[in-house]
Nanobody, 122 residues
Framework: QVQLVESGGGLVQAGGSLRLSCAASGRGYALGWFRQTPGKDRSFVAAFRWSPNGTYYSDSVRGRFTVSGDNAKNTIYLQMNSLQPDDTAVYYC??????????????????WGQGTQVTVSS
């Protein structure tokens, strides 16, 4: 089982930036970011596919967030710019271990991190 450790959450003002990191204990097919607010389902944010490298984004973050990966460290990053109060959530890193075509679906992920809180104040 892949272990995942997220870091980098915090409090930021609207328009600001944060960078999240997710370190994985092993290599699978892809790593993804999801976010969740109280009373709502966990929703897809972005994903990074290892080989070949590929990036995927939800419509709500495309153009503001950038996901990248460090192959040597089995680590991905989520650079979040132009943050808005609606981006406030717990952000989870997840590992997809098998090749698939639906990296935006929670069902394609086999392991999850503990989550990190991102709060954007207005």
């Amino acid at each position: 089982q892949v272990q995942l450790v997220e870091s980098g959450g915090g409090l930021v003002q609207a328009g600001g930036s944060l960078r999240l990191s997710c370190a994985a204990s092993g290599r699978g097919y892809a790593l993804g970011w999801f976010r969740q607010t109280p009373g709502k389902d966990r929703s897809f944010v972005a994903a990074f596919r290892w080989s070949p490298n590929g990036t995927y984004y939800s419509d709500s973050v495309r153009g503001r967030f950038t996901v990248s990966g460090d192959n040597a460290k089995n680590t991905i990053y989520l650079q979040m710019n132009s943050l808005q109060p609606d981006d406030t959530a717990v952000y989870y890193c997840a590992a997809s271990l098998k090749k698939n075509l639906h990296l935006n679906s929670r069902l394609m992920y086999d392991a999850w991190g503990q989550g990190t809180q991102v709060t954007v104040s207005s």
